[in-house]
Nanobody, 124 residues
């Protein structure tokens, strides 16, 4: 298990930027592919971005490609999501988790628990 704590959310206007952070605990973190997911009100949780265990491969949902950038720092055990040119439809609770990625899609690992998430609200 990897314990996860997300932070960095807030209220911004359309076109602005936010940087989310995910702090992880546990030695296994550096061996795992990690992903960011989000859940908008009334909708199911969806994939946003993923990154390989060494940062060498990244994956993005089509809706955020070119605007969001995922990165990680294994020495700090943290994963980041830089979100630029935010849109009202990006409003959601954002979560990080261990992920399985293939092609352009990542799925959360069922063995790992979710953190509390961080709220992002984008006003028009």
């Amino acid at each position: 298990q990897v314990q996860l704590v997300e932070s960095g959310g807030g209220l911004v206007q359309a076109g602005e930027s936010l940087r989310l952070s995910c702090a992880a605990s546990g030695p296994a973190f550096i061996t795992y592919t990690m992903g960011w997911f989000r859940q908008a009100p009334g909708k199911e949780r969806e994939f946003v971005g993923g990154i390989g265990y060494d940062g060498g491969r990244t994956y993005y949902a089509h809706s955020v490609e070119g605007r969001f950038t995922i990165s990680r720092d294994n020495t700090k055990k943290e994963v980041y999501l830089q979100m630029n040119n935010l849109r009202p439809e990006d409003t959601a609770v954002y979560y990080c988790n261990v992920a399985y990625c293939t092609g352009h899609l990542c799925s959360p690992a069922s063995f790992n628990s979710w953190g509390q998430g961080t709220h992002v609200t984008v006003s028009s």
